[in-house]
């Protein structure tokens, strides 16, 4: 079993910066991999981010390839998910998720999700 808590949301600005935090405990954090995802109103769960277990290699959406960054530490049981020039379409619930199953954009792979954090964009 696996508890995973977002924080680090919040109400910003078009062109502004947010660092959301998913702190697990539980089972050994460093066994898996780490997904953020994201829904907003009215639509499906998306992909965002991943990052292997190690840290080592890291993947992104096509939407927000160059403007968020992943990273975990795990010493502190902590992935984070950077995210700078913010728009209105990135507001959302993020979410974050852990993979038994290695890279997967899929939600179907993820075994264990937070609760989510609600970022807001104005524009």
């Known amino acids: 079993q696996v508890h995973l808590v977002e924080s680090g949301g919040g109400l910003v600005q078009a062109g502004g910066s947010l660092r959301l935090s998913c702190v697990a405990s539980?089972?050994?954090?460093?066994?898996?991999?780490i997904g953020w995802f994201r829904q907003a109103p009215g639509k499906e769960r998306e992909f965002v981010a991943y990052?292997?277990?190690?840290?080592?290699?890291?993947y992104y959406a096509d939407s927000v390839k160059g403007r968020f960054t992943i990273s975990r530490d795990n010493a502190k049981n902590t992935v984070y998910l950077q995210m700078n020039s913010l728009t209105p379409e990135d507001t959302a619930v993020y979410y974050c998720?852990?993979?038994?199953?290695?890279?997967?954009?899929?939600?179907?792979?993820?075994?264990?999700w937070g609760q989510g954090t609600q970022v807001t964009v104005s524009s």
């Open positions: 990052i292997t277990r190690s840290g080592g290699s890291t």
């Open positions: 539980g089972r050994t954090f460093s066994s898996g991999g």
């Open positions: 998720a852990t993979s038994s199953l290695g890279y997967s954009r899929s939600t179907a792979s993820y075994d264990y």
